[in-house]
Nanobody
């Protein structure tokens, strides 16, 4: 079992930055690929970014590429999402997720563990 707790959400102006954190507890964090997903009201949950275990390879959705950075600190069992140049369309609840699968899975169903989510609101 892995427990995930997100933090760092809040209100930010368009063009601003925000860093989200996801602290993990339970089984060995370093053996899980980690992903960030987001869900806006009335929309399906969508993939934002993922980082593989072992290689540390990252993958991003086109909508966030060049603006968001995912990185992990295995010593702290934490994964981060650094968000820059935020846009109103980035407004959503952001969730982190963990999976023992290889690579950087893109689909929610490929992840086994989820946090409770943290709200990010970008004002124009």
């Amino acid at each position: 079992q892995v427990q995930l707790v997100e933090s760092g959400g809040g209100l930010v102006q368009a063009g601003g930055s925000r860093r989200l954190s996801c602290a993990a507890s339970g089984r060995a964090f370093s053996t899980y690929a980690m992903g960030w997903f987001r869900q806006a009201p009335g929309m399906e949950r969508e993939f934002a970014a993922a980082v593989a275990w072992g290689s540390g390879i990252t993958y991003y959705a086109d909508s966030v590429k060049g603006r968001f950075t995912i990185f992990r600190d295995n010593a702290r069992s934490t994964v981060y999402l650094e968000m820059n140049n935020l846009k109103p369309e980035d407004t959503a609840v952001y969730y982190c997720a963990a999976t023992p699968r290889l690579g950087t899975p893109l689909r929610p169903r490929e992840y086994d563990y989820w946090g409770q989510g943290t709200q990010v609101t970008v004002s124009s």
